[in-house]
């Protein structure tokens, strides 16, 4: 199928596992290999060269980076920085992980109400569990202030050195990237907040939560989010695994949160009953529910 000269690194694994394209043949395959050779010194991200190589194909090489470092020992792939989106109220009382886009894109308009002075933060599932996610290199923070959803500034009024916002995004990157040993003298010490995980009430969200624990020790289930779910239970506003396409989903055992290992968890395996996230907001029958 190839000739071992042709790359660098070891072919075993190559010639293992036969790699198929409809259209391409055998040889075509292994040419668009042999280019990644073209690449390999130039730092890119892994689905840049394989756009290039792979008739624009950008996941191509998804999932096979272990083969790639077979074939190039010397092949160095950036990796893709965790897109973190975190929005930044003018009162700060807890920062709160989202693990749902709509559950947050609500929170930082205020809906819930309980979400009301807390720093949220949304990245999407387990991705907050990356090795890299508290190094400046591995992560993209984007910012969103509390004047800008209230249409009184633009969406990063961090920028103006006297406005408040400016030391809480400090305060907030010290301690995400746990500068406090190292700190630069001009900048404000590391702030101590409480530290959240919100997300739906089921097997994968109290996965989620167990892997963030592996990144930010200090992160609990957060009560507020979670005790109006639990109610869904009772209210019979919950659904099966089988309901949603949830039965793959397992039991992660011990979170390490007290409350999720006391609590949520011995309720799911009780009524082996899922909530989503979404339920929770302020209007109709959660307003009154809230007040």
Not at 97 to 126: L, R
Not at 138 to 153: C, F, I, N, Q, R
Not at 165 to 173: A, G, P, R
Request: hydrophobic fraction near 35%.
């Amino acid at each position: 199928m190839h000739k071992k000269h042709t790359f660098p690194g070891n072919t075993e694994k190559l010639a293992a596992h036969r790699i198929t394209l409809p259209g391409k043949n055998d040889t075509e395959i292994i040419q668009a290999f042999i280019k990644l050779a073209n690449f390999q010194h130039q730092n890119l991200s892994l689905r840049q060269p394989s756009s290039r190589c792979f008739w624009g194909i950008s996941k191509f090489l998804d999932n096979r980076e272990e083969l790639l470092q077979e074939l190039y020992p010397d092949l160095h792939i950036k990796p893709r920085p965790v897109m973190v989106n975190i929005y930044i109220p003018k009162t700060v009382h807890g920062i709160l992980f989202i693990e749902n886009q709509d559950s947050y894109t609500n929170a930082i308009t205020g809906n819930p109400a309980i979400c009301k002075h807390h720093i949220v933060v949304y990245m999407a599932g387990f991705k907050g569990s990356a090795a890299r996610i508290r190094e400046q290199a591995g992560v993209s923070l984007h910012y969103l202030m509390e004047d800008a959803t209230e249409g009184k500034a633009d969406k990063h009024p961090e920028a103006n050195v006297n406005t408040p916002y400016k030391t809480t995004k400090q305060q907030l990157e010290a301690w995400w990237y746990d500068r406090q040993a190292n700190k630069p003298p001009n900048l404000p010490p590391k702030k101590t907040w409480p530290i959240y995980f919100w997300g739906d009430l089921d097997y994968a969200g109290m996965a989620i939560l167990k892997a963030l624990k592996q990144r930010f020790k200090e992160v609990t289930a957060w009560q507020p989010g979670y005790q109006p779910m639990l109610k869904g239970i009772s209210k019979q506003q919950s659904h099966s695994p089988d309901m949603a396409d949830k039965q793959t989903q397992r039991d992660p055992g011990n979170t390490g949160c007290d409350y999720a290992d006391t609590v949520l968890l011995p309720a799911l395996r009780k009524g082996q009953e899922f909530v989503d996230q979404e339920i929770v907001f302020d209007g109709g029958d959660e307003r009154r529910e809230h007040n």
